[in-house]
T-cell receptor, first 111, second 113 residues
């Protein structure tokens, strides 16, 4: 079992729709959770982080965390073609000073 | 705020040669990380510094890889006797001591021929 799992996609959504990206993790001691956006050929860019169960909103982005289910999600409202990228879920496992990344979900927003 | 800076951006080297990459973190960040990313995969942790101390190193990291952060500012990653399997994007990230929100540099793309 991979430590952080994401559906590779592509996830295709029409412009203006809500994109829902999901991530599960295996280490129950994980404390911090991050979403990065990566455009093709570029480095990852931090867009959201969440530490507590529940929802956290920042503009068009909402991160959701359910530690009991070991599940993190990212919602993108009013999706734009410029949101087309790979979204990486990253988890800080308990006792370690590093992030474990999933392989990413490719999102395609079409006009 | 100049962000995390990495040099060179691209490096092509022949198999068996040594290469060295440099990372300049965000100035107030104590923590510095090196990751490696291959096509279709997420970044894979290599090593971590807090100030000048190398505190964690991946068990997967070959003895051919070494990293330093001599004065707690910039860091270098050296790969000795490069192999074709070393071809990847090498990413540096930094964060404040009080958080794990890591910000990445542009990366160094290594191609071993």
């Amino acid at each position: 079992q991979k430590e952080v799992e994401q559906n590779s996609g592509p996830l295709s959504v029409p412009e203006g729709a809500i994109a829902s990206l999901n991530c599960t993790y295996s280490d129950r001691g994980s404390q911090s959770f991050f979403w990065y956006r990566q455009y093709s050929g570029k480095s990852p860019e931090l867009i959201m982080f969440i530490y507590s169960n529940g929802d956290k909103e920042d503009g068009r982005f909402t991160a959701q965390l359910n530690k009991a289910s070991q599940y993190v999600s990212l919602l993108i409202r009013d999706s734009q073609p410029s949101d087309s990228a790979t979204y990486l879920c990253a988890v800080k496992p308990g006792g370690y000073n590093k992030l474990i990344f999933g392989a990413g979900t490719r999102l395609a927003v079409h006009p | 705020d100049t962000g995390v800076s990495q040099n060179p951006r691209h490096k092509i080297t022949k198999r068996g040669q040594n290469v060295t990459f440099r990372c300049d973190p965000i100035s107030e960040h104590n923590r510095l990380y090196w990751y490696r990313q291959t096509l279709g995969q997420g970044p894979e942790f290599l090593t971590y510094f807090q100030n000048e101390a190398q505190l964690e190193k991946s068990r997967l990291l070959s003895d051919r890889f070494s990293a330093e952060r001599p004065k707690g500012s910039f860091s270098t990653l050296e790969i000795q006797r490069t192999e074709q399997g070393d071809s990847a994007m090498y990413l540096c990230a930094s964060s404040l001591e009080i958080s794990y929100e890591a910000f990445f540099g542009q990366g160094t793309r290594l191609t071993v021929v």
